[in-house]
């Protein structure tokens, strides 16, 4: 099984930018569909971003919520996911988790809709909490 690890997260005021990393050990990523996801306390957990395998053309996915102001890419030499988040706002705050799945997912494929279950590996998680 995939093994991830998310780091980057951490207190940011409104406006403000984090750049999340999603590492593996002893896998290759890119063998991957890798999805961002985040909960929020109290909230289902919603899928944020997703982006292909180089295989696939490495094709992204964005949230409504998200476009414009997050941005996923790959770096495969640091077999390394990114994602890099720019004007923070409050409603961004949630703890932030990075999966790997099939490549396409299936419900992104189907309707468009980046779907937790269709991710077989996740990370820990990393907090992301955006003061006003």
């Known amino acids: 099984q995939v093994q991830l690890v998310e780091s980057g997260g951490g207190p940011v005021e409104s406006g403000g930018s984090l750049r999340l990393a999603c590492a593996a050990s002893r896998f290759t990523l890119d063998y991957y569909a890798i999805g961002w996801f985040r909960q929020a306390p109290g909230k289902e957990r919603e899928g944020v971003s997703c982006?292909?395998?180089?295989?696939?053309?490495?094709?992204?996915y964005y949230a409504d919520s998200v476009k414009g102001r997050f941005t996923i890419s790959r770096d495969n030499a640091e077999n390394t996911v990114y994602l890099q988040m720019n004007s923070l706002k409050p409603e961004d705050t949630a703890v932030y988790y990075c999966?790997?799945?099939?490549?396409?997912?299936?419900?992104?494929?189907?309707?468009?809709?980046?779907?937790?279950?269709?991710?077989?590996?996740w990370g820990p998680g990393t907090q992301v909490t955006v003061s006003s």
């Open positions: 999966a790997a799945g099939i490549d396409p997912p299936h419900a992104l494929r189907a309707a468009g809709i980046l779907y937790p279950g269709d991710f077989t590996s």
């Open positions: 982006i292909s395998s180089s295989s696939s053309d490495g094709t992204t």
